[in-house]
């Protein structure tokens, strides 16, 4: 089914890799477009949530008698209204599942696990009803000692969070409970060797904050279920059929009975591929017979959603005096939040990729403390690990005295490379983006005092996952299409651009819409940069079954056999005959109804044959030495896309991913007290990026076509936000002459640094 | 693509034919059914329409200067609003439209035509403001002569509706306009020469009264106009795929710009199968850039919407005294209101199709009327015509002294009778409903003082048409099922009962919902009582395709070719093999990411061989000679369904037939005064039957199989309104020894006819 016969890599498109108007542009920016929270039904109640204020504790008793006689409270919910699972690890794209946690996460059970950690939820049909509401609800604890950070969780007398959870993926198999979830290890060779080969060996720690995601929406759902159980649920999420899943196991519903719609979403980075208030809504709603809106605010985004990982990185790399690698080794240990999860294992793949290497070793540790379950965001886990990996390639470049763009395209990884996971890669783009930096003004500009040049490098394996989608040609020759994974990154655009240059009709008359979860066949979700190459994917084969469609039709018309149609600029035109004969797409479709009725396809799939994209970043940082502040003085962004099909939003997600991984290497910071208790809940004292705070991020897109797709797309979303933490400290080491091993590089930890070293 | 090799006429079934509990009753049940007045969108709009306080006259002048300047009004429009047409008649199921007119009835230009016509509508954020600004829209008109019955209004001398319509159908072609829009003519044979063979000829005239479908939910929408043209109606509909059509039309749109959502839909019996509400819901929204609701209210419902003709008709049939018919005629006059297109066609077609003739005629005659332009009601003309052929019928069977049925049973249509208007019939149930009429205890019971038996019969053709649907395979087992038919008698179960039928697991596990006009190709509307037909034949087609895909599957998973697995009772199955081997559809699904993914399937096709319906209705009556009020003691609805897919909705959609008949022949009538001022337009004045009005209507489902659908289902919906007007007053006519020959048979009639003859 993934069979590219007809390659589209050297023909001339018309339509792809131009940058038209986006479909969603004009709702977004008017405010008509419809976000998680802004749907209401008739007869709504209103669903708030109780939260653990403590970090680690025993639930001993939920007494809900007082909430429950309040008037106007209509039902309260606790771990007793969701199943229980057995312990299993289900892959969900590139993270793992285990619904037994799962269930624990978006409900305590026997304990809470975080600040934050959902208790009990209630629905009312006011806000200040379900206020005073949750204020009722008696909770008995039995308070524990919480750890926070790797190095202490994993210590043999940290406090467990879970009593029966034994390391996995160590020989011999542990015997006694543990804070290590797992253990993962990938590479070959032999690193020692290596490292005895070396001319230099660089062996450095380092230590990376929690940081989340900071989509600027907030999760919001509306579920509404009818005393049949027939359930619809409209919410702001990355995969609606993800969340079908979820939900329809978490209360024993079937994937039938939930009929999920995805709002319009405002920012996901990953953060939205799992659930947190669509099952309490769910199951609110199914005890009150009534519809319910539930909505997270700042303070619960941060402290209940899933932000990534805080970690602690070994990384030891080895090297000849001309540049050659002989060995990279690295232990990654991540945290997990409250349950296993932690993105180690595609953080230990992705390390070394970038380079083409003989013995490599990537070990990674998954270790559960007392914050918040992980999520998904952005490259899981490929920031911190690379993040270590170039900040080292940047410290033996200047110790070998080598250009460290030259010294990574000496250990290039390339075509017919093993990548350190296993595969033997295909084409790829990392010497064409080092290229591209070398050559690019932004690298031979001139330096002023204060300031230093950082380059990085970045690898994301991307992903590809089950897609289903559909095309239907109206009867005036206008096109709709249905999609199955949410529009984060302009996918409608993109979708129907590829229809357009198939069909040969302008994007104008092609309305792309996302479809709900019974429209449609499974789709993983908007995630892993999978969504312009599956659903391109399946959009282009579907296209051109409705294009063989047409053509069929064609030949009904003008009474000759289909192998005489041939399909040109968006018209049938008859191959042989004394004159040329054409028949546009729209007078075909007038008269589908006599030719055998409407013209409809659709296409699902398991895509396969993602390609990886590596991406080089160049940053100048300008270091005030008295305040301890970076500045990003310049920023250029280098990718190689496969084909950007929308170069604007390639761009956009090129400096969308810098701009992220700005504020993860200079300000942001999950800061807790000794309590366990988050202290920065909002964005005046989490500091993401504002405008003023970046310039104008300049981006090159390469383009290395991924030939298992038909227009040779990679996904492009992850990439951009590796480099950044690598380049800027890079930067900030050579505008001061010290190494720095940690993140963020806020003024009192970079004063600090300049001050004591 | 309609070849159904697969025939399940005889074979045993599971789930078709059984009665499971509806997908939609709870929802209907508890309220929670969102119908088309019950969609909210932030920042929305209410809508109000200015009407026509006169019946007929010239729009000299709108000034809506003054109520611009209201604070709150948001948007005004008139006819510059709406794209005008050139005549054209297009074909629209069973009915024809002309673009040219449309947008005249939407929105009157150069004249108002009926006392409700539209001519202006304004949006404002309040009902009081939009009340007020009504009020402030300054029209001048010249009033005009109006006409409203058929006979005045084809006089020469009569006001003229539309300068420029001259009659169509007519020989030779006319040189000056006229009410007369078109004849129409069906028939063969020489019906003179059938007369002069006639032992009996009776000839009699018959007048109908115009008739309102009486749908509980009035017309109601939400439209939202972007201001990039992207527009997205909520509305009540028959049609959401026809809806679309005429609004992007209406307004200059393509089909792609305006996503159509159906509504729940409470009532509709052809009424809301054009639009009213929608366009201008659609321009006001386009003009505020803001969502615009607007709702009728019953009064706007009676003299704005479409209700059905009234009529003059004359009939003439000759018989030999053993009861051969020896030819048929009849000259049927309907009102088309303001704009031609009277149901005067099938009204034609149908008045003699339950009979075997040699020698038949029927001439029909559209004709313009200061009424509101009628729409389709329930097999639209064919209870008028019907009632006429009908009541002569049992004159004569009371003239030669023969029982009715066996009078009907003489001359009966059956497979290979040449139908009035062309075709051969295939295989039909005109004799099987009179047999059961004839053997049904009804038949033979006993009457009381001053009540009668009535019997008649009634003959539909039914359509089929444009048809897309798809089907989705969940990774559970369970089934999605996308529809573009709204349900209003059932289609969500039957549709959900054929696929179960097919697949073999139970109906429970498959979700059916009404998809959009952007994620299906085109839907004809639900009507023509072509949804279980044609609608029906599509999800069988796509769910065999899903179950070679599921075959197919399975064949990879056991690795033998697709040739060694057969479907059998919701499982793959092994042909051959030592020991028997299974896999359910649940275990195929969930791996079917690893076999080539998610599984979907549609089917979109012109859906053609819809099988006529033929009914026979018994009716008991008592009239009190006192007062003349007409009592309905027994009533027996017998009908061929083909296959009932559910029979209690097929005995649903004999009952509310044969409701809304006995409605039409006792009651129901439109009442205008001097001034072409309906008088009576509230449901006090406008007497559709209540529960204690009728008893419990009994039904009898004959089954001859329609062989061109895959269970041989004949649509059913429209024939039982056919029988009730006649056999009523063939009923009524009996109790009283007087032919009664007009409707309504309302206490004032039936007592003039008493006391005056």
New interface residues.
Partial sequence: ?NDMTQTNFERALKIVGSRP?R?D???KV???A?FGA?K????MLVGRVLRSPYAHAKILSIDTSKAEKLKGVKAIITSVDFEDFPSEFVPNGEMVVNMKDITRNVMAREKVLYVGHTVAAIAATDEDIAEQALALIDVKYEVLPHVLEVEDAEKSDAPLLHDDMMTIGVEPAPTSASNVAKRVEFGFGDVEKGFSEADLVVEREFTTQQVHQGYIEPHACLA?V???G?AELWCTTQGPFVVR?FC?KLLGF????I?VTASEIGGGFGGKTVVYLEPLALALSRKS?RPVKMEMNRAEVFTASGPTSGAKIWVKIGVKNNGQITAGDCILKYQAGAFQGAPVGPGAMCAFAPYDLTNVRAVGYDIVVNRPKVAAYRAPGGPISEYGVESVIDEIALKIGMDPIDLRLKNAAKEGTIAPYGPKLGPIGMIETLEAAKDHPHYSAPLGPNQARGVASGFWFNIG????S?I?????G?????LGTPDIGGSRASMAMMASEELGVPME???P?I?????????FLTGGSRATFSTGTTVVESTREAIGELKKRAALLWEVSLDQVEWVDGHARLISGDEPKTMSLAQIAKQ???T???????C????TGAGPSLGTHIVDVEVDKETGRVSIIRYTAIQDAGKAIHPAYVEGQLQGGAVQGIGWALNEEYIYNDKGELENTGFLDYRIPVCSDVPMIDTVIVEVPNPNHPYGVRGVGETPIIPPLAAISNAVSRATNKRFDELPLSPPKVLAKLMHG
Avoid: H, W, Y
């Fill in positions: 089914m108007a479909p542009g004009v709702d008017t405010g008509r419809l802004d209401s039904l008739p007869n509404s009818s005393e049949d027939q899943n329809s079937n994937a039938a009975q009929r017979c996952g089950e897609t289903s559909s239907t040609i109206n009867e005036d206008t096109v709709g299409l249905t008359l092609i309305k819409i479809g709900d979860t019974n429209s449609l066949g499974f789709n589908a109804g006599k055998g009725g409407p013209i409809m396809a659709n699902s799939m398991n895509v």
